[in-house]
Structure formats: C-alpha cells, structure tokens
C-alpha cells in the first residue's frame, strides 16, 4: 500500500505541471479574452479622492476613498474594486496591510480600510473587478 501511494505521488504532480501547457486549452482560452477587449470603453482609472499622497500620513488605521472612471472621467459604477497594501522590506518578504473595501455611496466610488503598521512607503494597488472594465493602479504613501 505505501508503494503505492508513493508512486501515485509523484504522478499527479506531473499531471498538474503539464497540464497549463496543453496548447489546445490556450487557443480555446484566448478567443473570448479578444472578444471582451473589442467592447468599447472598456479601459477604467482609478482615481485616489483622499488622502492626498503629499500630506504626512501617520502609522496607523488609514481610510482611503478611491474612484473609478471611464476613459472620459465620469464615475461608472463596477461590480467591485481589490485593494492590497504591502510594503517592501529588504532582505524579507513583503509586509502585507489587511484592507477592508466596502462601495460608497457615490457611484464608482469605494472605502478602502487599512492599517498602516510601519512607517515607510507603502504600496496600494487598487484593481476593478468588473465583466466590462479593466484598471489596475497603483498608490504609494509615506507613512510617518
Ligand atoms: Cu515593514
């Protein structure tokens, strides 16, 4: 039984491994991608409302709203937005802040809780997730 399993083991991995190269799935995969970029205004921003990234931004509990926009800058409401804070640290893995997103009130506009437990530059990246909008931005802030 145990030499079994240890054969089985390392089969499925192999399985695993091979199986994102199979390049009938990639050309099935790829047609529909190119479908859904042919949508016109498809291509978001999002815009940081506050807290302005020059002012001094204290270590601690940090509320930002973010907005997203279409290409001609008017607020269109998206199913919903990923937030990630992290801060780089050298010779360590990235510090990673918990970031609580909840909609606004205001169309295309999104609350953003973190805590900022360092001071230093912390990167927020902000990405639309939507079936018609695309945007991925990135923020960083001094933390003092
Ligand atoms: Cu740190």
């Given at each position: 039984m145990k030499?079994?399993?240890l054969i089985l083991l390392p089969l499925s991995?192999?399985?695993l491994a091979c199986s994102p190269a199979q390049s009938d799935t990639n050309v099935i995969s790829t047609a529909?991608?190119?479908?859904?970029?042919?949508?016109?205004?498809?291509?978001?921003?999002?815009?940081?409302?506050?807290?302005?990234?020059?002012?001094?931004?204290?270590?601690?509990?940090?509320?930002?709203?973010?907005e997203v926009v279409d290409s001609n800058g008017e607020p269109v409401k998206v199913?919903?937005?990923?937030?990630?804070?992290?801060?780089?640290?050298?010779?360590?893995?990235?510090?990673?802040?918990?970031?609580e997103v909840t909609p606004a009130e205001e169309p295309g506009r999104f609350k953003?809780?973190?805590?900022?437990?360092?001071?230093?530059?912390w990167n927020v990246v902000a990405s639309v997730k939507?079936?018609?909008?695309?945007?991925?931005?990135?923020f960083s802030f001094e933390v003092k």
């Open positions: 030499k079994l399993i991995f192999l399985t529909p991608t190119e479908k859904a970029q042919n949508k016109q205004d498809s291509t978001a921003t999002v815009n940081l409302v506050s807290p302005d990234p020059q002012t001094e931004i204290p270590m601690g509990e940090a509320q930002m709203i973010l199913e919903s937005l990923d937030v990630s804070a992290m801060m780089p640290m050298d010779g360590m893995s990235d510090m990673m802040g918990k970031v953003a809780t973190t805590y900022f437990g360092m001071q230093g530059t939507d079936p018609q909008y695309q945007a991925n931005q990135e």
